[in-house]
């Protein structure tokens, strides 16, 4: 079964760190960019940061850039978020998301995982 | 503020059509760049929808159809069911931007 799983969502305070972990299963991981996409509660869908199929390329939303660090291991099947420097405005749900090689589409989503960020 | 433009809301009676609009700009859907549709029933993860500006993933019914032109795009809806009532997004990519965007989101409300 083709799917990813989220994991290491949680309640923090501002200015901490937290890492999200995305687990892949049911495809060839190493043939696919994975994507973070947050939901904060209540508002729309906002990308956060992209990892290409072998880690050497990666991009970020510029609200989280120099804070957010995307990565992955291939021999594991995972991708990582590395958060730090928390922010209130970073509580969402954290979704990754499997970019078709053709289409660039999501076409895989996780369930996700809730980050609050908050004192 | 969202990238690309999108109506808040929208609704229609169950068996109507209903369209949604995503609008851009020369940077993204004009410079070329495909549109995408998901669609995030209450409480779930997202799903594509439509892909590539109108192609639909073989699991999705032929009620919905996308369309793009220039710097808009839409999604239509036809013969609208009670489970079409979701929040609807389009994405695309940016060059002047850092990679991808996203709609603000459309929610379909089937009266």
């Known amino acids: 079964q083709v799917q990813l799983v989220e994991s290491g969502g949680g309640v923090v305070q501002p200015g901490t760190s937290l890492r999200l972990s995305c687990a892949a299963s049911g495809f060839t991981f190493n043939m696919y960019a994975i994507h973070w996409v947050r939901q904060a509660p209540g508002r729309g869908l906002e990308w956060v940061a992209l990892?290409?199929?072998?880690?050497?390329?990666?991009n970020y939303a510029d609200s989280v850039k120099g804070r957010f660090t995307i990565s992955r291991d291939n021999s594991r099947n995972t991708v990582f978020l590395q958060m730090n420097s928390l922010r209130v405005e970073d509580t969402a749900v954290y979704y990754c998301a499997r970019a078709n090689v053709v289409t660039y589409a999501f076409d895989i989503w996780g369930r996700g995982t809730m980050v609050t960020v908050s004192s | 503020q969202s990238v690309l433009t999108q109506p808040p809301s929208v609704s229609g009676a169950p068996g109507q059509s209903v369209t949604i609009s995503c609008t851009g700009t020369?940077?993204?859907?004009?410079?070329?760049?495909?549109v995408h549709w998901y669609q995030q029933l209450p409480g779930t993860a997202p799903k594509v929808l439509i892909y590539?500006?109108?192609y639909r993933p073989s699991t999705v019914p032929d009620r919905f159809s996308g369309s793009k032109s220039g710097t808009s795009a839409s999604l239509a809806i036809t013969g609208l069911q009670a489970e079409d009532e979701a929040d609807y997004y389009c994405q695309s990519s940016d060059s002047s931007r850092s990679n991808v965007i996203f709609g603000g989101g459309t929610k379909l409300t089937v009266l």
């Open positions: 990892t290409s199929d072998d880690g050497s390329n990666k």
């Open positions: 020369r940077s993204n859907l004009g410079a070329g760049y495909d």
């Open positions: 590539s500006n109108r």
